[in-house]
């Protein structure tokens, strides 16, 4: 079992930027993929990016493919989500996620979810 919490979301005006962090516990974090997920107001929850275990493969939706960029930190359990150039249509709650095996590329990959962190972008 893992347990995730996010932070570093927030209210941002459109064109700006916010980093997001997980922190990871409960499993070998080193050993799965990482990702995140996000659940806008009345959408189902999509696909945002995921990273390999290494961190040396990396997936983005096509929605946010240039603007933003999935890392993670193995010493420090924890993965990042860099956000630029937002737009009002990134506002959601930004869930991290973790996966059962080292490989990840989309929603149905990610078994584990943290409790989410708002991310509201105002034009």
């Known amino acids: 079992q893992v347990q995730l919490v996010e932070s570093g979301g927030g209210l941002v005006q459109a064109g700006g930027s916010l980093r997001l962090s997980c922190a990871a516990s409960?499993?070998?974090?080193?050993?799965?993929?990482m990702g995140w997920l996000r659940q806008a107001p009345g959408k189902e929850r999509e696909f945002v990016a995921a990273?390999?275990?290494?961190?040396?493969?990396?997936y983005y939706a096509d929605s946010v493919k240039g603007r933003f960029t999935i890392s993670r930190d193995n010493a420090k359990n924890t993965v990042f989500l860099q956000m630029n150039s937002l737009k009002p249509e990134d506002t959601a709650v930004y869930y991290c996620?973790?996966?059962?095996?080292?490989?990840?590329?989309?929603?149905?990959?990610?078994?584990?979810w943290g409790q989410g962190t708002q991310v509201t972008v105002s034009s």
């Open positions: 996620a973790a996966s059962s095996g080292p490989y990840a590329s989309n929603y149905r990959d990610f078994g584990s």
């Open positions: 409960g499993r070998s974090f080193s050993t799965y993929a």
């Open positions: 990273i390999s275990w290494s961190g040396g493969t990396t």
